[in-house]
């Protein structure tokens, strides 16, 4: 009889057989991938190399592709939540779901075009949405005034978050004064003197500007009668 594995190390798995799959385990390979190459579309048959398995075997823990990248969503955006400061006044509230939002998706961009696909949005990100209604309607704000805000939030975020994901915004300032020279010389006149000024931003300094004036503006919002 051969000798027995020890006591707490396990014995290996047998050459060519492959590791036991579960729903996390695919997950939690998805998001490997996703850190590991996040520009990457992700894909099924990649999801699967990551785990050693055909396709057709994720299929087995998930009913469908939609459901496979809802979950995969679900990981990415269900951290959004637990960065917003519970105690935190609505307004810092506010601020936390934008900061919060900006930073997951682009550390995994690779995401963003999966939120909304084939006339399908994914239910983690109406989730996450929701959350953001949620600290609005702690401000007072209900109806219409309720839904521009949410939308308006969402929108600005989203925009600023799609843009910095095609290229930062260092490299965007460093583009336009590459540019400078074939622009038209009217055009050139005016942005120009910016380009000094532009340079000196970088993405989190300008994302905060923005979430400010945001902030600012709901603030007139939810004290008007």
């Given amino acids: ?8 190390n396990p014995a290996k798995r047998g050459p060519g057989r492959p590791a036991r799959l579960s729903r996390e385990a ?3 390979a998805a998001l ?3 850190e590991r190459e996040p520009r990457e579309p992700l894909t099924a048959a990649r999801i699967a190399a990551e785990v050693g398995a055909v396709p057709a075997a994720l299929y087995r823990h998930f009913a469908s592709l939609d459901e496979l990248i809802d979950g995969v969503l679900g990981k990415v955006l ?6 917003i400061r519970r105690r935190a006044a609505w307004p810092e509230q506010v601020r936390d779901w934008m900061t919060s939002l900006r930073d997951h998706l682009l550390r995994y961009p690779a995401v963003l075009p999966l939120i909304g696909r084939r006339g399908r949005t994914s239910p983690a990100w109406l989730d996450v949405a929701a959350v953001q209604i949620g600290i609005l309607e702690r401000a007072g704000l209900s109806g219409a ?9 969402i929108e600005t975020t989203m925009g600023i ?4 994901a ?17 622009m038209s010389s009217a055009g050139c006149a005016r942005y120009a003197p910016l380009v000094p000024h532009l340079a000196r931003l970088d993405g989190d300094a300008f994302f905060a500007f923005v979430a400010d004036r ?12």
Avoid: C, F, K, Y
């Fill in 32 to 34: 490997s991938l996703l």
């Fill in 1 to 8: 009889m051969g000798e027995r594995t020890m006591r707490g």
């Fill in 26 to 28: 695919i997950l939690d």
């Fill in 166 to 182: 095609s290229l930062s915004l260092p490299d965007q300032i460093e583009n336009a004064r590459a540019s400078l020279a074939e």
């Fill in 145 to 153: 005034r309720l839904a521009r805000a949410h939308l308006w939030i």
């Fill in 161 to 164: 978050v799609m843009q910095e």
């Fill in 78 to 83: 269900g951290a959004v939540e637990l960065d």
């Fill in 214 to 225: 945001t902030i600012e503006a709901l603030v007139g919002l939810a004290e008007r009668p």
